[in-house]
Structures are given as structure tokens and as C-alpha cells.
Nanobody, 120 residues
Framework: QVQLVESGGGLVQAGGSLRLSCAASGSGLRINNMAWYRQAPGKQRDLVAVIIAGSTTNYADSVKGRFTISRDSAKNTVHLQMNSLKPEDTAVYYC??????????????WGQGTQVTVSS
């Protein structure tokens, strides 16, 4: 089983920045996609950013130009740098990774979620 542990959430004023991190643990991991989702109260969980095996990235329109996703493949870690934060960015942020364990067993895992609150 692949466990994902997130860190870096918190409370910040509008216009501020936060950096989220998510590290995967498990044996023989080969991770394909790493992504960040978010879910605001009463709303569905939406994709924020994804980095595909290699370096291709995609972002939700609402965060383009403000958020940057990056990965450290050697450490099985994904980061989300969030700048120019807005109150509407307030949500629980979840990381998601998929790939293979020990090169043969597929996995698709979620982090526990980290709260990001942006005050106006």
C-alpha cells in the first residue's frame, strides 16, 4: 500500500503564498502522475494541477499563472507552490498519485488532505 503524507497548509491573507508538499512511501515505487485536487465545503473535489510522468503539467484555469506544480522523482514528492492566493482558493487540498509498486502492482493513492484558508 502506498501512503501519501501532505504538509504545508494553513491560514494566509489574500495575496500571500503557501507551499504544499506530498511525499509517497512504499517499496519499489514507479510513479506516473502526481496531482493536486481541492474540495471546498459543499462542492465537489476538483483537479487543481497535474504533472504527468516526465514534466508535462496542466492547471485548472482558475489557478493558471498563480500556482506551480513540481515533482522530485528521487524523493517521490510533489509540491504545489501557491502565490497570489485568493479567498476562493480556500479548500481542503488533496494530493493524488498513481503508478506501480514493485513494478507490477498498480496503485492510485490519496493524501489525507490539508486545509488551506485564505482570509480577505
Amino acid at each position: 500500500q502506498v501512503q501519501l503524507v501532505e504538509s504545508g497548509g494553513g491560514l494566509v491573507q489574500a495575496g500571500g503564498s503557501l507551499r504544499l508538499s506530498c511525499a509517497a512511501s512504499g517499496s519499489g515505487l514507479r510513479i506516473n502522475n502526481m496531482a493536486w485536487y481541492r474540495q471546498a465545503p459543499g462542492k465537489q473535489r476538483d483537479l487543481v494541477a497535474v504533472i504527468i510522468a516526465g514534466s508535462t503539467t496542466n492547471y485548472a484555469d482558475s489557478v493558471k499563472g498563480r500556482f506551480t506544480i513540481s515533482r522530485d522523482s528521487a524523493k517521490n514528492t510533489v509540491h504545489l507552490q501557491m502565490n497570489s492566493l485568493k479567498p476562493e482558493d480556500t479548500a481542503v487540498y488533496y494530493c493524488n498519485m498513481n503508478g506501480y509498486m514493485s513494478s507490477i502492482s498498480p496503485f492510485n493513492s490519496w493524501g489525507q488532505g490539508t486545509q488551506v484558508t485564505v482570509s480577505s
